[in-house]
């Protein structure tokens, strides 16, 4: 639509089924990589991609006829078809239903980008359920503690 101006930014989290430690350091950047692409193939622009063995991150600029839902969905099935298809695990690999994104300013940006960067680092003071919680309190989602990660049965 002419003279529609948007600048919506989104931080997605997603785990590994079962928060399993899968995600491996030797193809990583290239799984990041390949999330960038996906988001800036559904018409957002990708702005850091990063994560450790359990979890990523996402920090896109949303396009504003593209739904959060839409842009997760095509991240976490492209994504988990690529490293099938790469065999860059040994058993069948799954993203966890669900995800959590939360939305921010301008003046967010580069706190958002550095936080992202510097994952490891912040994974080593707390685990990834402390961090996802803690967002989800951050930015008062009411949330049901049964549901909120997928269990081994």
Known sequence: MPNSYTQIYIQAVFAVKYRNAQ?????????????????????????????????????FSLKSDVSVSRVLQRIKSLSSKWINESRLTKTKFHWQSGYAAFSYGQSAFENVVKYIENQEEHHRKLTFQEEYKWFLEKFRIDYDERYVFDELI
């Open 23 to 59: 995600l491996d350091k030797r193809w990583c950047h290239e799984l990041f990589s390949n999330i960038g692409k996906i988001i800036n193939d559904e018409g957002c622009q990708s702005i850091i991609v990063n994560g450790v063995e359990d979890h990523i991150h996402c920090f």
